[in-house]
């Protein structure tokens, strides 16, 4: 008889239709299994190499700052996560004096929760949203980059810069089918105190099996055209981005399916 789950496997990453040799697994899905456990363990512990991240930004004609936070290990980061909310003085003291430059958009990379997704997908997803931006003819500060952030930093950055909007790529939590997807937050009037309801939301960038990264900067500036248009982010802005607009920038396919969020 065939197992209806053997067809429907084909359109999901998650495990299904793994089989079995008696009352177990197969070897073969048990190993596939420990080594997405690995990889997700990986991520999340493995550092970021910020440094040959803006030599690589820089060959691009990106001009990068190198911010940081006070956190001082990855161990830390997982324990502590409102240190990686905030800027070091330092860090703080150097965008005050960047404070003369008029900026429509503040944006951040932080390798977040998955240093595998920055490494892999960062770059290209960064040149991506910047040619993005600037074909709308939107005003850009230098790209910010922190190791270990969380969504939140975004807006003491943006707030610093005086940008009326901040954006944060971030390597998001891995799981068991995702160990290298990135997400992008959207804040207008960046301030610290937002909230996560004052944000907007765009996850499960990492093609082939995601989002692409074309597709996800068209999302992006279509909802920073709206957040400025409209004056707020987060839940009250909603996505009503036409499929038409998108369409021409989905080349990559997206079988685990776009995960696009209000918060």
Sequence with gaps: MNDPWIALSQFTQARIAQ???GC??????????QFAHASARDAVHQSWDVDGFAKAAE?????TLILATPVSSRTQYLQRPDLGRRLLQSSHDLLATRQN?????AVIVSNGLSSTAVEHHGLA?????????????????PI????????????????????????????ERPGLSAADSLGMYLSYSPKPGNTDAERNCISNIR????????????KLVY???QALLTGFSGVMLKDDMPEFKLAGNTDLSCSSGPSISKT
């Design 101 to 105: 430059q008029a900026i429509d958009v």
């Design 207 to 218: 093609p082939p099996a995601g989002l692409s990264f074309s597709a996800a900067a068209a």
């Design 24 to 33: 177990s697994l197969p070897t073969s899905a048990l190993l596939d299994f």
């Design 125 to 141: 997803l960064l040149q991506a949203v910047v040619a993005a931006y600037t074909e709308r003819g939107l005003r850009l500060g």
């Design 59 to 63: 060959k691009r004609a990106l001009e």
């Design 19 to 21: 089989g079995r040799v």
């Design 144 to 171: 910010c980059l922190v190791a270990d952030g969380r969504v939140a930093l975004a807006d003491e950055i943006g707030m610093l810069l005086k940008a009326r909007l901040a954006v944060i790529i971030v390597g």
């Design 223 to 225: 909802l920073s055209e």
